[in-house]
């Protein structure tokens, strides 16, 4: 064992983990998970408003400490003491900022809006901005065209500016009442080193590059001119703001006297600038160069980098472009599809018979897992079926959340299995699109690194991603990259590795079984690939007008070329 | 009770009922179904190969006597005698042709030929024709285009020239050990007179018309210069066809000494020429120039008569115009939708969860009743879901068995009770698709009679067809409109109705309940069949170029219109 661990905390939508890593082997040493108390599942809903989606900054403060002494204490069974905690990094969910007051206490914790959801945490899939979105993007188009080229064309409605501006129209006295509106991600940092005041805040450049519209070409945040356009107070506002946003390999502050008292470590370990976790995600899985991380789970969060010294344009319908966000010294790029696993567990909730139920509890197995086995024994292009994976929208690259989702090819003798299987193809699909689109422009796509749920859990989907992307599919040896990567960063800001690519090295890597892409799936999935772009375009973009009418003949030649 | 009565015999895929009816009330005095016995529900397969589908004769004979005898023994409880019968109608599945002896005897009575599925009846369904199929229709549209005109374009493999193409191909010695080939529907009334004699055969104009191309405008069945050019065999065969084909107003024969006493019956009743048991059932379901008729089971039979003093013109892909096929006077009109019942059932065999299965045996119910209860109490365009109802294929209007079924507005939320209502309102907008081809080629469709399995049991889907189709649908007030229909032929045979037109207004009626089409659910329908034609031409209609990259928006405004 090496002397030296980092701390990684990941706040994620219902629960924050602690880990402790060598940062000499990535070895895990202790980790623990603390479930948020408060609401549903952490989230605090509005029976009357489905957009609505908050968390209770109390939360926060409750789970550090206890994930943080509980993932120490399974350390120091295997001999780490709070000495050898060289940094702490710390990742969030997001856009979700918090309006905090002057000292930058959040206004949740004061008596009078203790149960005004408008004072907490606006978590990132809060949608009541959704008429701001629409207004911001208008404005934007009109006097800041390039502001939108950086974010895909469309400023969404979960992001910082959407949700300020829908709380100054929806309640004025928690807006007013507000000195500023920090990011989780800034906040935690600010909290351990024990001084929240705004001005003194270090905000990261992946909440402020990815949701705010930050970019040091156009001198950070969206200048007070353009703010004051869409409403005076947001002008006033950004007056208050910071001027310079950071990549997390800088040091936020030292774990302050009172907080290292509390969660048994010593006082002055750096704490790092903090990010989101989908882009500490990236780096724990190993992100580089020519090396995508594709994160699968309810959704997919696809996470590329390039160096910051090669000539880069805007790529259409990538939802953000931000140098340093992922990686220090590269651009970051952001993509990723509404919904994955999303498509696969509502398909099994509701569209499974009774029949399928009773086969997969007679093997002892859940429904996903029969599926994924009975789907593993269908040839591709057998189904005859086709879907598009758009039951959630489509976030790249057609950026449009009224898309809904599409299977075809039912004749009466089609069964769950194989509209199961189509699903996981047309998701499979659904990747390939980004990844053309980033290899169209410039940002080179070898292999794909995959983590998340789905990831360590369903080889079917694997293969079928390696078949129809023909690249080769690898999965990251750590199930809990988000705060690996997170405890990376720490372990840089507290000088255990010089750099984050340096860090990497040592303390990401990637499961033995890996996925190869074959060339027999490859002349199918061509075919029906070609047939998902017909049927995505003529559908998802606006102008097109396509022949559709070979399209079901030519699923029905796929499938008797895979029974024949 | 009046004195007379008429005797319907419907043969089936798997049985064969025999009906009593009072020819002065249409009261059903007595009923007998007979199972076939043979093979498969009397449907003789061969695993090797899904097309093949063939009856055994023997059933139909010894089903007859079962059948009669019953429905006779329940008849005479009610008073009725032997002598009562004023005349038999028969109906059958078709195009069923049986190869024929000389004395017009089945091949498959014959000790060598007994387990031969060549020599017996080659069913409806049977699709081991589909080259010859092909091949009559590629020569027809070169040598006769004319003759494909009054099938919708294309001669299919269910049809009686393919079949007997195809065994002339497959089984020489059965091909040239039949003197004649004989349809179902044309054999049995030859069969109760007691002389199958193929000379002696009077083949309806319903068999003849819809299946084997004959047309009084060209002299008949289709000329022998142009079978030749296909196989000289058939050239030969045709020689020896019949030259003229008869409405089953008219007597085949009468009830032979030999037959009369097996079935207890007096000798010399009427027996009319036969014809398809969907057209005799829209007789018996009360079809009129106006009232179109809709046989609503695993598929759907639509049948419109026009009066034959009027002008017509051939309507693109009606599958077939007769003069005199279905009311003796009157032009029938037969179209059609592959699947309507068989996609229900289809959906609730694979596609409904455990918990809904529970929910209906918890209801005492079927799994159909409880999702069309539930599916009922959603709003029209509430489900934000588009179905194509292409599962089986489309018959009308695109006559294309190579289309596949659709669903399309899928979200993470979308429910198996929502899917199950945009089936149905698929076949809806399926059945509108008809109706307005029809209407557009000055066919009259002022009110719709259904009958029918789902039209017995199923309100939810006549209630949703009254508001897309925006017609009256009424239901035939008997659940055998097919043996009805046929007794019909019976009484007018047999001299107890002058015309069949005068026996429908005595011995039909129609239900005391009706669907009456709603203004609200008018628009929402409008708008959602708007979308279908769309999908429906898009992917059906070889050159059409649509833009669809507003179809899924417009399903989201209708949903939210229809939850607003």
Same mark, same amino acid.
């Given at each position: 064992?090496?002397?030296?661990?980092?701390?990684?905390?990941?706040?994620?939508?219902?629960?924050?983990?602690?880990?402790?890593?060598?940062?000499?082997?990535?070895?895990?040493?202790?980790?623990?998970?603390?479930?948020?108390?408060?609401?549903?599942?952490?989230?605090?809903?509005?029976?009357?408003?489905?957009?609505?989606?908050?968390?209770?900054?109390?939360?926060?403060?409750?789970?550090?400490?206890?994930?943080?002494?509980?993932?120490?204490?399974?350390?120091?069974?295997?001999?780490?003491?709070?000495?050898?905690?060289?940094?702490?990094?710390?990742?969030?969910?997001?856009?979700?900022?918090?309006?905090?007051?002057?000292?930058?206490?959040?206004?949740?914790?004061?008596?009078?809006?203790?149960?005004?959801?408008?004072?907490?945490?606006?978590?990132?899939?809060?949608?009541?901005?959704?008429?701001?979105?629409?207004?911001?993007?208008?404005?934007?188009?009109?006097?800041?065209?390039?502001?939108?080229?950086?974010?895909? *064309?469309?400023?969404? +409605? @979960?992001?910082?500016?959407? &949700?300020? =501006?829908?709380?100054?129209?929806? $309640?004025?006295? #928690?807006?007013?009442?507000?000195?500023?509106?920090?990011?989780?991600?800034?906040?935690?940092?600010?909290?351990?080193?024990?001084?929240?005041?705004?001005?003194?805040?270090?905000?990261?450049?992946?909440?402020?590059?990815?949701?705010?519209?930050?970019?040091?070409?156009?001198?950070?945040?969206?200048?007070?001119?353009?703010?004051?356009?869409?409403?005076?107070?947001?002008?006033?506002?950004?007056?208050?703001?910071?001027?310079?946003?950071?990549?997390?390999?800088?040091?936020?502050?030292?774990?302050?006297?009172?907080?290292?008292?509390?969660?048994?470590?010593?006082?002055?370990?750096?704490?790092?600038?903090?990010?989101?976790?989908?882009?500490?995600?990236?780096? *724990?899985?190993?992100? +580089? @160069?020519?090396?995508?991380? &594709?994160? =699968?789970?309810?959704?997919?969060? $696809?996470?590329? #980098?390039?160096?910051?010294?090669?000539?880069?344009?805007?790529?259409?319908?990538?939802?953000?472009?931000?140098?340093?966000?992922?990686?220090?010294?590269?651009?970051?790029?952001?993509?990723?599809?509404?919904?994955?696993?999303?498509?696969?567990?509502?398909?099994?909730?509701?569209?499974?018979?009774?029949?399928?139920?009773?086969?997969?509890?007679?093997?002892?197995?859940?429904?996903?897992?029969?599926?994924?086995?009975?789907?593993?024994?269908?040839?591709?292009?057998?189904?005859?079926?086709?879907?598009?994976?758009?039951?959630?929208?489509?976030?790249?690259?057609?950026?449009?959340?009224?898309?809904?989702?599409?299977?075809?090819?039912?004749?009466?003798?089609?069964?769950?299995?194989?509209?199961?299987?189509?699903?996981?193809?047309?998701?499979?699909?659904?990747?390939?699109?980004?990844?053309?689109?980033?290899?169209?422009?410039?940002?080179?796509?070898?292999?794909?690194?995959?983590?998340?749920?789905?990831?360590?859990?369903?080889?079917?989907?694997?293969?079928?991603?390696?078949?129809?992307?023909?690249?080769?599919?690898?999965?990251?040896?750590?199930?809990?990259?988000?705060?690996?990567?997170?405890?990376?960063?720490?372990?840089?800001?507290?000088?255990?590795?010089?750099?984050?690519?340096?860090?990497?090295?040592?303390?990401?890597?990637?499961?033995?079984?890996?996925?190869?892409?074959?060339?027999?799936?490859?002349?199918?999935?061509?075919?029906?690939?070609?047939?998902?772009?017909?049927?995505?375009?003529?559908?998802?973009?606006?102008?097109?007008?396509?022949?559709?009418?070979?399209?079901?003949?030519?699923?029905?030649?796929?499938?008797?070329?895979?029974?024949?």
């Amino acid at each position: 064992m090496s002397k030296k661990c980092a701390l990684g905390i990941d706040y994620g939508t219902n629960s924050v983990r602690a880990l402790v890593v060598d940062t000499a082997t990535g070895r895990e040493m202790g980790t623990c998970v603390y479930n948020y108390p408060s609401g549903d599942a952490g989230i605090i809903t509005d029976g009357k408003d489905a957009n609505l989606a908050r968390q209770n900054p109390a939360d926060y403060v409750r789970g550090l400490e206890a994930s943080v002494t509980g993932a120490m204490a399974q350390a120091r069974k295997l001999g780490v003491r709070g000495t050898d905690v060289a940094g702490i990094g710390i990742d969030t969910t997001g856009s979700t900022p918090i309006p905090v007051d002057g000292k930058g206490t959040p206004l949740a914790f004061a008596k009078e809006f203790r149960k005004n959801p408008n004072a907490m945490a606006w978590l990132w899939k809060d949608h009541t901005g959704h008429a701001e979105a629409a207004e911001i993007t208008e404005a934007a188009k009109k006097l800041r065209p390039h502001y939108l080229a950086k974010c895909g *064309g469309t400023y969404s +409605s @979960e992001w910082y500016w959407s &949700k300020i =501006l829908h709380c100054r129209r929806a $309640d004025r006295k #928690v807006f007013e009442s507000a000195e500023a509106w920090v990011e989780h991600a800034d906040w935690m940092p600010a909290y351990l080193a024990g001084d929240t005041r705004p001005e003194r805040i270090k905000p990261g450049i992946c909440a402020a590059g990815h949701k705010a519209m930050y970019n040091d070409a156009w001198g950070g945040y969206p200048d007070a001119e353009f703010l004051k356009k869409i409403d005076p107070v947001l002008g006033a506002l950004r007056k208050k703001m910071w001027s310079k946003a950071y990549t997390s390999d800088n040091k936020a502050g030292r774990l302050s006297e009172k907080n290292a008292a509390r969660l048994g470590l010593p006082a002055g370990i750096p704490v790092a600038v903090g990010a989101f976790d989908a882009h500490m995600g990236a780096v *724990g899985a190993g992100v +580089s @160069e020519g090396r995508l991380v &594709k994160v =699968l789970g309810t959704s997919s969060c $696809d996470m590329a #980098v390039l160096k910051n010294t090669r000539k880069i344009k805007d790529v259409p319908g990538l939802c953000g472009i931000v140098d340093g966000s992922i990686l220090p010294g590269y651009y970051g790029f952001e993509a990723g599809q509404s919904a994955v696993g999303d498509i696969f567990n509502s398909f099994v909730r509701d569209f499974v018979n009774g029949r399928t139920e009773n086969a997969a509890s007679g093997k002892k197995t859940d429904v996903h897992t029969y599926l994924s086995q009975e789907a593993g024994k269908l040839k591709a292009g057998e189904s005859g079926l086709l879907a598009l994976d758009w039951h959630n929208g489509n976030r790249t690259v057609l950026v449009d959340p009224r898309l809904t989702g599409l299977v075809m090819g039912y004749t009466l003798h089609t069964t769950a299995v194989e509209v199961y299987r189509a699903l996981v193809e047309a998701t499979a699909f659904g990747a390939r699109v980004i990844v053309e689109r980033e290899e169209e422009y410039g940002i080179p796509v070898r292999e794909i690194i995959c983590a998340g749920g789905i990831a360590e859990k369903n080889p079917l989907v694997l293969q079928i991603y390696a078949d129809v992307l023909q690249k080769m599919i690898k999965v990251a040896r750590s199930s809990q990259t988000c705060a690996l990567g997170a405890a990376i960063f720490g372990a840089v800001a507290g000088g255990a590795h010089k750099s984050v690519t340096a860090a990497q090295k040592k303390m990401t890597g990637i499961k033995k079984e890996t996925y190869r892409p074959r060339t027999r799936e490859k002349k199918t999935y061509d075919r029906l690939y070609g047939v998902y772009r017909k049927m995505h375009d003529s559908l998802g973009m606006p102008g097109t007008r396509t022949d559709l009418s070979g399209v079901m003949k030519e699923l029905l030649d796929v499938k008797a070329e895979a029974a024949g």
